[in-house]
């Protein structure tokens, strides 16, 4: 599927989880590798080598946040959503007590909607914040429960016990149950895709990040999000765990005012995910 597939494409979970042919391909070599290793007199290290080789592509699909190697991965917004001039504005890792309303209020100010990729436990220890998040336009997304360190070492029963827990927490306080979930970090593994695929959601990454978790000039961070920036595109910064400016204020609250400047410059509307990723 391509990275700017439809929502009805994106989010069709009937069925049996269909494997990329990248972890088709893996499991045949494994098998092959075992097999000349049995049959083929002195071709063990051949296949140990070959083995080694194939775990790291798929680690390395695993560490590239937009790679749709190991599963879909929404890493653009679908055409019809670009043909009508619409960004997302995505802000993880929050909510938090002393950015997020600012955010809010400057989205607000500026009449666009943006995507917050919550920590499910802040919620709960934010949960009039994240209804406020909810009742002023915005959307709340699955960024799983803990946003653990070591969430893309977990297997998938640690995958789904992670998220199908973010999930029940966002549902209880929001009252809408999230449709799009992004790792911590964007990190994953083989074993994620299939549990998404159960759950009903689908992976978003980004088209371009700002890093503002970092970063601390605020310039630098603008220059990277707005920089070939176009219809379509999903863009990354943060609430929870923002880097903070010279005078020691949160980044994201210095480069915000001047991103949706540049929207309005451009006649690019930011919208939700889901209503982005809808038909």
């Not at 992976?203 to 990277?224: I, P």
Request: net charge positive; charged share 20%; with cysteine.
């Amino acid at each position: 599927m391509g990275k700017s597939a439809s929502m009805s494409q994106t989010l069709d979970v009937s069925g049996s989880w269909p494997w990329p042919p990248v972890v088709r391909a893996s499991v045949g070599w494994h098998l092959a590798a075992l097999a000349a290793a049995l049959l083929v007199p002195g071709a063990w290290p051949w296949a140990i080598g070959a083995v080694v080789l194939n775990h790291v592509l798929i680690t390395a699909a695993g560490l590239t946040p937009r790679s749709s190697l190991l599963g879909p991965n929404v890493t653009r917004l679908p055409a019809a959503s670009a043909a009508r001039g619409e960004v997302a504005i995505t802000i993880d890792d929050g909510p938090d007590p002393e950015v997020t309303s600012q955010v809010l209020d400057l989205l607000d100010a500026h009449g666009q909607r943006a995507t917050f990729f919550c920590i499910a436990e802040r919620v709960r220890e934010q949960p009039a914040l994240a209804r406020e998040i909810v009742e002023r336009g915005h959307s709340i997304q699955n960024h799983t429960a803990r946003h653990r360190h070591t969430f893309s070492f977990l297997g998938p029963r640690g995958f789904h016990a992670e998220i199908a827990r973010a999930q029940q927490l966002l549902q209880e306080v929001t009252g809408e149950r999230p449709i799009c979930f992004r790792a911590p970090a964007g990190l994953r593994n083989p074993f994620l895709a299939p549990v998404l695929h159960r759950l009903g959601l689908v992976l978003v990454s980004w088209t371009r990040r700002g890093f503002d978790t970092r970063e601390r000039d605020a310039a630098t961070v603008l220059a990277r999000l707005t920089k070939d920036l176009r219809a379509g595109d999903i863009l990354l910064l943060h609430d929870g765990n923002a880097a903070r400016t010279s005078s020691g204020r949160p980044v994201v609250l210095e480069v915000l005012p001047l991103l949706l400047e540049r929207l309005h410059a451009d006649g690019l509307r930011a919208v939700t995910l889901p209503q982005a990723l809808t038909p």
